[in-house]
């Protein structure tokens, strides 16, 4: 399984990132990525990282068999939905038997946070106004 990690639209550091963000997204990242090679048969994995003013978002797609969203509730799928929901944010899954799966999150950045990034000195505007848009 090939798996290609896009960072791009990350204009903020890991370690600028609370904690607990980054642990849920590091949980969440870990999981899907392991349903994907446990379940899928996928060929391909992508992990996208981004975020813009005020959220981070990421996601795991996978080419390989999908799944019927409406049959299965795993502890692991739960997991996600509680880290992400523990924190105010959403997850979302697609996926249908036969298509690949695409796990992706979005979650809200604290003010203090928004404006530890925002005092920040950049060189990466360019890659802010990109995803601001
Ligand atoms: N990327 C995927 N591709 C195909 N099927 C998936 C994928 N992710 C989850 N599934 C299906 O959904 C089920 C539930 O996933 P979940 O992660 O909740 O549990 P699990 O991986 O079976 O066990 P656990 O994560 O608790 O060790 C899986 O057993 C599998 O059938
Ligand atoms: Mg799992």
Do not use: W
Request: with cysteine; aromatic share 2%.
């Amino acid at each position: 399984m090939h798996i290609t990690v896009n960072a791009a639209g990350l204009a903020l550091k890991v370690s600028e990132l609370p904690d607990e963000h980054k642990t849920c997204i590091y949980r969440l990242v870990q999981e899907a990525v392991n349903n994907a090679a446990r379940h899928s048969g996928a060929r391909n994995v992508r992990v996208i990282v981004r975020n813009s003013r005020n959220r981070v978002e990421f996601s795991v797609q996978d080419d390989g068999a999908g799944f019927d969203k409406t049959a299965v509730r795993g502890l692991g799928l739960l997991g996600m939905e509680e880290r992400v929901g523990r924190l105010g944010g959403t997850l979302r899954i697609d996926s249908e038997p036969g298509r690949g799966t695409t796990v992706a999150a979005e979650l809200p950045l604290p003010e203090i946070a928004q404006r530890e990034i925002e005092a920040l000195p950049r060189e990466t505007d360019a890659a802010h106004s990109r995803i601001a848009g």
